[in-house]
């Protein structure tokens, strides 16, 4: 159950794209199409972004997608905006009814 | 709409018990698995327990199994974590969040426990 591996920052300026990574291993991100991503602003609750590697909830701008290559997800967020100022997180189902998340990417936006 | 709300939330002694609530409503309880996540202060998620619909299966981490014990009360709409040996590690918040299929479509706000002497 060890955490997945995000790195600790990204950034960009408004209107820019950034890629934030999510590593793993064949025991969770690889072995199931079942990584989530979620947004958290400061004290605040986090919220689902991306769920099934690349689904979008309703309401979630299409700025965001998802993507998976072997044992790493990742998430980009196109057309950056300053509300997208936030922490990200993936998650994965590990498995035995499980679940690992990433140890969290803080975005900001320049 | 959604809507999870936790308490129970508090400061507690290391090796005491504490007893968190999520009440739910804007949906039908009964067909969700739920989870608990924890975030300590300044740090990231972590998954810590998880029930299935009609509470037969329940699934901690590592580092809170045999001390956590969840729990649900469909006919109360409600979700339950008993925390008992509790250490200084467990100080978090602690949400409440709903399945929809592998992923937590829902949170709540979020409820704080702090261990402490």
């Known amino acids: 159950q060890s955490a997945l591996t995000q790195p600790p920052s990204a950034s960009g300026s408004p209107g820019q794209s950034v890629t934030i990574s999510c590593t793993g291993t064949s025991s969770d991100v690889g072995g199931y199409n079942y990584v989530s991503w979620y947004q958290q602003h400061p004290g605040k609750a986090p919220k689902l972004m991306i769920s099934?590697?690349?689904k979008r909830p309703s309401g979630v701008p299409d700025r965001f997608s998802g993507s998976k290559s072997g044992n790493m997800a990742s998430l980009t967020v196109s057309g950056l905006q300053p509300e997208d100022e936030a922490d990200y997180y993936c998650c994965s189902y590990a498995g035995s009814n499980s679940w690992v998340f990433g140890g969290g990417t803080k975005l900001t936006v320049l | 709409e959604v809507q999870l709300v936790e308490s129970g939330g508090g400061l507690v002694q290391p090796g005491g018990s504490l007893r968190l609530s999520c009440a739910a409503s804007g949906f039908t309880f009964s067909y969700h698995w739920m989870t608990w996540v924890r975030q300590a202060p300044g740090k990231g998620l972590e998954w810590v327990a998880s029930i299935n619909q009609d509470g037969s299966g329940n699934y901690f981490v590592d580092s809170v199994r045999g001390r956590f014990t969840i729990s649900r009360d469909n006919a109360k709409n409600s979700l339950y974590l008993q925390m008992n040996s509790l250490r200084a590690e467990d100080t978090a918040v602690y949400y409440c969040?709903?399945?929809?299929?592998?992923?937590?479509?829902?949170w709540g706000q979020g409820s704080l426990v702090t261990v402490s002497s």
């Open positions: 099934e590697v690349s």
């Open positions: 969040a709903r399945h929809v299929t592998y992923d937590y479509a829902d």
